[in-house]
């Protein structure tokens, strides 16, 4: 489903450049369950923005479904982040003046073209399945970490993705909380039959899914 | 896409909701900035209207010959008279011959004369007319007491005199009272016959019209005259009878011993100057909406900045730059927009108010000025903000605290 070839990703500060990604090449199949494993600064998350097309790598290609995503303008690209990615974050960057309900339709007011399905509905749908339907309006700041992190989850599945993309999303939560979340996002993956990719630098977490991507460095590694 | 409008607005109201004492003071620029240039539309308007109102009321068939060439300055019709000394004076010849003009309806001599008046006890000081019994049908003048002096009257040298209304009550309390009543100017009794409306002119309105003959006897000796009024038979005709009334009177002036004014060209004139000064005053007004649009700017860097974080979660799930530059500019044009409602309504009240006792008018262009501005303030000075919001990289947005 996505292929990276050759990928590089550097960045500059001051004057120095920064390699975060180099020459990575991977492949990440539809359906998949897989984790990118790394310690902070190894170049997991720019990994992850780059499969998630939020970041436009430096060199390399980047194919989705068989078509060069690299070199697409930022409206194509923001069209398919719209339609195909979805992301879930370790601070859940939730929008605090909105409330769940506002917060996961979201997404819906950047479609290009006409829905095919009621968002109210499906919104509502998805969090009485994630069990926080009685919190759709209440402010994000208002709930518990783990209920932001379902309704970023709810968010993330809006738009009935291909992927999701979830960034350490048991980093801020505690253990039996975040044990919960990974249990969702296998059901994401069984359930609902969605590719998830999950970033973390705990190999506990990692060893959950059905494959392990090891990045150091920039560099994807066949061991960690 | 009409969902997304919504949630634009939307939008925008979430984050004045938050910030409403932020919200409230920026769009104060923008209210006061509005609120001044509707105030001053509305000023420029019902002063011209109030103008023109008074020259509709002169009527538009009207000529004037005096001496001299130019007004002499002052702007009711009978200072630019009494200020030409050293020129020529127009005698009872040139009002027989103006008389047999073929394009005039009505030819009225004036004699003009400022001086104390007494009635009944009370002073005043006021303007003698001595005019012909024609004076009322020239200058529309509308008798509401007793009626004007007639030609047996002028014929005969009568003591007698029209009051305009406002005179009427400095001297005698009111219209009705003055009927009968015997005013002195002067050496000159005269008795009061009729009372005449307001013409909206504060000389004409603090003024006794007499027949030119019966000021002869004491106040104008030499038989002089300050003007004539012309009341030509049609409109069309005024051109013709300019020509034909500098016809006669070249037989005996100079070319630049008399003017034949035509005062609907003087609307023209104060017209323009008035538009002029408005121009200018409104020009100074629109710097308190530059002023307002900068604190717009200001304003929408630092709620760029506080939300950067938003952006970047914008982008995450599928906004284009295009998107975040719209929702910014959205935002900075309401805002703006507020201020102008607000402005507008103010200003409206005022004028409500105020119409009562001065000349102020709003109309649609002011109302559509009053809106249009603020929202294009609101683009101009939101674009900046907007374009450094919607080039933030989505990546370092999100990672911003």
Same mark, same amino acid.
């Given at each position: 489903?996505?292929?990276?070839? @050759?990928?590089?990703? %550097?960045?500059? /500060? ?9 020459? +990575? ?9 897989? %984790? ?8 997991? %998350?720019?990994?992850?923005? *780059? ?18 995503? %690299? ?5 194509? /690209? ?14 859940? @960057? ?6 769940? *309900? ?8 950047? /479609? ?10 499906? +919104?509502?749908?998805? /969090? ?6 009685? #919190? ?15 309704? +970023? ?34 059901? *994401? ?16 977490? +990692?060893? #959950? ?16 | ?15 004045? $909701? ?10 104060? &620029?923008? =209210? ?6 509707? =105030? ?74 400022? =001086? !104390? ?5 009370? !002073? ?34 009568? $003591? ?21 009543? !015997? ?15 307001? =013409? &909206? ?93 900068? &604190? ?8 760029? !900045? ?75 000075? &939101?674009?900046?903000?907007? $374009? ?14």
């Amino acid at each position: 489903m996505i292929k990276l070839q @050759n990928v590089c990703k %550097s960045y500059y /500060l001051g004057e120095e450049e920064v390699k975060a990604v180099c020459n +990575a090449t991977l492949e990440i199949k539809a359906k998949e369950y897989v %984790s990118i494993l790394g310690t902070s600064g190894s170049g997991k %998350s720019t990994l992850m923005y *780059l499969i998630g097309l939020l970041e436009q790598p430096t060199s390399g290609k980047i194919f989705l479904d068989d078509q060069d995503v %690299s070199k697409l303008s930022d409206e194509e /690209l923001s069209h398919i982040r719209n339609r195909t990615v979805g992301f879930v974050f370790q601070s859940f @960057n939730l929008i605090n003046r909105f409330t769940v *309900l506002e917060n996961v339709l979201l997404p819906t007011h950047y /479609l290009k073209g006409q829905l095919d399905f009621d968002p109210r509905k499906r +919104a509502e749908d998805l /969090l009485e399945k994630f069990g926080i339907l009685e #919190r759709k309006h209440f402010f994000p700041n208002k709930i518990s970490g783990g209920q932001q992190q379902r309704v +970023a989850m709810v968010r993330a599945l809006i738009m009935n993705p291909k992927i999701i993309l979830a960034d350490e999303p048991t980093g801020n939560l505690d253990s039996k909380t975040g044990s919960e979340i990974l249990d969702l996002m296998e059901g *994401l993956n069984k359930d609902f039959g969605v590719t998830v990719v999950l970033v973390t630098h705990e190999k506990a977490v +990692a060893r #959950r899914t059905r494959r392990q991507i090891y990045i150091k460095d920039g560099l994807i590694v066949d061991k960690y | 896409m009409q969902n997304g409008v919504i949630h634009l607005i939307k939008t925008a109201f979430s984050d004045f $909701k938050r910030n409403k004492i932020r919200t409230f003071l920026t769009s104060l &620029g923008i =209210m006061i900035g509005v609120l001044s240039v509707v =105030m001053l539309l509305a000023l420029g308007l019902g002063l011209k209207n109030y103008l023109k109102q008074q020259f509709e009321d002169l009527g538009t068939n009207l000529l004037m010959v005096i001496p001299g060439s130019g007004f002499g300055g002052g702007g009711s019709l009978g200072q630019g008279f009494t200020s030409l000394a050293g020129s020529i004076r127009f005698d009872d010849r040139d009002y027989r011959s103006l008389k047999r003009l073929s394009t005039a309806r009505y030819v009225v001599p004036g004699h003009i004369e400022s =001086m !104390t008046l007494e009635a009944g006890g009370t !002073t005043k000081t006021a303007s003698v007319q001595g005019v012909s019994e024609d004076f009322d049908e020239v200058f529309n003048l509308e008798v509401i007491s007793g009626e004007f002096f007639d030609s047996s009257d002028v014929a005969s040298s009568a $003591k007698v005199c029209v009051i305009a209304e406002d005179l009427s009550k400095d001297l005698f309390g009111d219209v009705e009272s003055a009927i009968g009543k !015997t005013v002195h100017a002067k050496s000159l009794r005269v008795r009061v016959v009729g009372v005449v409306k307001n =013409m &909206g002119d504060p000389e004409q309105d603090n003024s006794i019209m007499v027949p030119y003959t019966t000021t002869y006897l004491t106040l104008n000796p030499d038989k002089e005259f300050l003007a004539f009024y012309i009341g030509v038979s049609n409109e069309e005709m005024i051109k013709e009878s300019i020509e034909e009334i500098e016809e006669v009177l070249l037989k005996r002036y100079e070319e630049d011993e008399f003017e034949v004014i035509e005062p609907s060209k003087f609307l023209d004139a104060f017209s323009q100057i008035l538009n002029a000064v408005n121009a200018v005053l409104i020009a100074i007004g629109s710097i308190s909406l530059i002023v307002g649009g900068i &604190g717009i700017m200001n304003i929408m860097y630092a709620t760029v !900045t506080e939300r950067t974080k938003e952006v970047g979660i914008r982008r995450a799930i599928g906004a284009t730059e295009k998107n975040i530059l719209i929702q910014f500019l959205v935002e900075s044009t309401i805002l703006s927009l507020l201020g102008g409602l607000a402005g507008l309504s103010i200003a409206g009240l005022i004028v409500i108010l105020v119409s009562q006792f001065f000349p102020l008018e709003i109309n649609i262009l002011a109302v559509s000025l009053s809106l249009g501005i603020p929202c294009l303030i609101g683009i101009t000075f &939101g674009v900046f903000p907007a $374009k450094k919001a919607a080039n933030l990289t989505p990546i370092e947005a999100i990672r911003s605290k």
